[in-house]
């Protein structure tokens, strides 16, 4: 199955760059721009990556990140995770930013997208990979604040696909950001919000019904409503689930525990997601991995998952032909 998983070419949905900053890279970045982080060692790093839910996580996630300082940094982030894509073979891949983690800092909205942008285009160049970039709004920030990002975003509108919604999800739901979502969806940006996570299933109902977007992140608690059930199922709402941060956050106990299953024999659109691989233990692979070790998937299953990822991609129609 190992091998098999390997060998098929893959789409991803839900990876947020940040979250592939591996450690070594980490290090050198540290000391190059003498930012301080609180470890001596890749040991000590990897110790400190014991999370307890979704707060403890982004709280390491976020001062990770403080060590991202120059386009040239933004870029070899990237660009390790595009040699990552190739170990794993993913041909195509719609990655999240989060420019609120670093314009927070002084760093220039230009200088994260631009070293983003440029690291996808020469993946396209070298390995073929096709990509999209989604921006997120942290939502334990202000709407205001989002509104001001996205004004940001307008002069990069050639780069940037979606807008989405990540960061600490109890306490702020959806609905906190209707009208940005909304101004979003009218200049043309696709749509998606990270929901049902650790929240329940209602900020699903609220992505979907005041945010209206395209495709829920996690959605893992739908399983909670049968109502909503028959509507993902119906709708083909994708899913883009992710399995390694989902056990890693504690969201599930174990692999054994996961829902992916019952909801794949539902009916719904489920994908398989990398999430933050830097953190989560491993790339798109290894999730799809420690899935079949534990979970009676079949290969016609992982057939399905590949293709659903594929058919929920933001890439043309004309291209999913080819891919499919
Ligand atoms: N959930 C919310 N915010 C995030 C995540 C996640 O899984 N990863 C990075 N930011
Ligand atoms: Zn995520």
């Known amino acids: 199955m190992k091998e098999f ?7 991803e949905l839900h990876i947020h760059i940040e979250g592939a900053l ?28 014991n999370f307890t839910n979704l707060q403890s996580f982004l709280d390491i996630y976020y001062a990770g990140a403080n060590v991202l300082i120059t386009k040239n940094d933004f870029y070899d982030m990237t660009w390790a995770y595009i040699l990552k894509c190739v ?3 993913i041909i195509h891949t719609e990655i999240f930013f989060d420019p609120q983690t670093h314009t927070s800092r002084g760093i220039s909205f230009d200088t994260v997208i ?6 996808l285009k020469d993946a396209k160049e070298k390995y073929s990979i096709t990509s999209n970039i989604i921006m997120c709004f942290l939502r334990h920030l202000s709407q205001e604040e989002a509104f001001k990002t996205f004004e940001e975003c307008l ?7 979606g807008i989405g919604l990540d960061s600490s999800e109890l306490g702020h739901p959806p609905s906190k950001f209707k009208e940005v979502f909304q101004k979003a969806k009218e200049e043309g940006f696709k ?4 929901a049902g996570e650790e929240a329940d299933y209602s900020y699903i109902y609220e992505a979907l019904d005041l945010l209206d977007i395209q495709r829920i992140d996690h959605g893992v608690q739908a399983i909670n409503s049968a109502d909503l059930m028959q509507r993902l199922k119906d709708e083909q709402i ?60 079949t290969k016609e299953d992982i057939i399905k998952l590949i293709r659903n990822s594929f058919n929920s991609s933001f890439i043309s129609q004309e291209f999913k032909n080819e891919y499919i």
């Open 114 to 119: 631009l070293g983003i942008s440029e690291a």
């Open 238 to 297: 994708p899913l883009t689930v992710c399995p390694n941060s989902n056990i890693e956050l504690k969201v599930f106990d174990n692999y054994k525990q996961h829902n992916i299953k019952k909801l794949l024999d539902y009916g719904l659109n489920v994908t398989v997601n990398s999430d933050d691989p830097a953190y989560f233990k491993g790339y798109l692979n290894d999730n799809f991995i420690n899935l079949c070790e534990n979970i009676d998937l």
């Open 191 to 194: 749509l998606v919000a990270h």
């Open 5 to 11: 998983i390997k060998k098929l070419p893959k789409a």
């Open 155 to 161: 002069s990069h509108k050639d780069k940037i696909i």
């Open 22 to 49: 591996e450690p070594d890279l980490m290090f050198r970045l540290a000391t190059k721009n003498n930012i301080k982080i609180p470890y001596q060692t890749i040991e000590e790093v990897k110790a400190a990556y």
């Open 87 to 89: 170990e794993n073979n």
